[in-house]
T-cell receptor, first 112, second 112 residues
Framework: ELKVEQNPLFLSMQEGKNYTIYCNYSTTSDRLYWYRQDPGKSLESLFVLLSNGAVKQEGRLMASLDTKARLSTLHITAAVHDLSATYFCAVDVMDSNYQLIWGAGTKLIIKP | DVKVTQSSRYLVKRTGEKVFLECVQDMDHENMFWYRQDPGLGLRLIYFSYDVKMKEKGDIPEGYSVSREKKERFSLILESASTNQTSMYLC???????????FGQGTRLTVV
């Protein structure tokens, strides 16, 4: 069965701290996507990781991909309240041009 | 700027009504998707389409149908709305190949 597992599913942290969200997947894939969703809103693309060893950074967020371990991480550095949101990872299904398999999402709350 | 537009942000319908949710994209994408999102259940794929008039069932197609008569438009139809179809509905599109999906703003449907 194709699965994408995120952990933790819920994370409450203080401003200024560092933390990492993990995304494990069971299928062979070298394409992984990270999205952000604010409460009541739709999903917004954050990062597109297209190969083993890919690393992308935007502000306090950094995403990486290890296709051998079937693992992606989203690292938050010196968290600020504005980063409070739910973060999803999604993986392309090999030999398919259109199906994405989604993680359950990680709800991140950053307290001032 | 990339755009996926859903026809309504909020809808309230009565049980048994036929409901149409419309989605339009302006990016000439081949692939379009309908998801529903419920608390604790993540994103679940209802239907997707990889070309005009082509469609495939996702994970939870029961009670839904879709229509794609033009490349830019993908409609989700609730044949006879029921209260368990109260949910957030998200439309997305993506081009073939190594590409992220772009989401519409979402339609929060309440069936009473």
């Amino acid at each position: 069965e194709l699965k994408v597992e995120q952990n933790p599913l819920f994370l409450s942290m203080q401003e200024g701290k560092n933390y990492t969200i993990y995304c494990n997947y069971s299928t062979t894939s070298d394409r992984l996507y990270w999205y952000r969703q604010d409460p009541g809103k739709s999903l917004e693309s954050l990062f597109v990781l297209l190969s083993n060893g890919a690393v992308k950074q935007e502000g306090r967020l950094m995403a990486s991909l290890d296709t051998k371990a079937r693992l992606s991480t989203l690292h938050i550095t010196a968290a600020v309240h504005d980063l409070s949101a739910t973060y999803f990872c999604a993986v392309d299904v090999m030999d398919s041009n259109y199906q994405l398999i989604w993680g359950a999402g990680t709800k991140l709350i950053i307290k001032p | 700027d990339v755009k996926v537009t859903q026809s309504s942000r909020y809808l309230v319908k009565r049980t048994g009504e036929k409901v149409f949710l419309e989605c339009v994209q302006d990016m000439d994408h081949e692939n379009m998707f309908w998801y529903r999102q419920d608390p604790g259940l993540g994103l679940r794929l209802i239907y997707f389409s990889y070309d005009v008039k082509m469609k495939e069932k996702g994970d939870i197609p029961e009670g839904y149908s879709v229509s794609r008569e033009k490349k830019e438009r993908f409609s989700l139809i609730l044949e006879s709305a029921s209260t368990n179809q109260t949910s957030m509905y998200l439309c997305a599109s993506r081009r073939q190949g190594l590409a992220e999906a772009f989401f519409g703003q979402g339609t929060r449907l309440t069936v009473v």
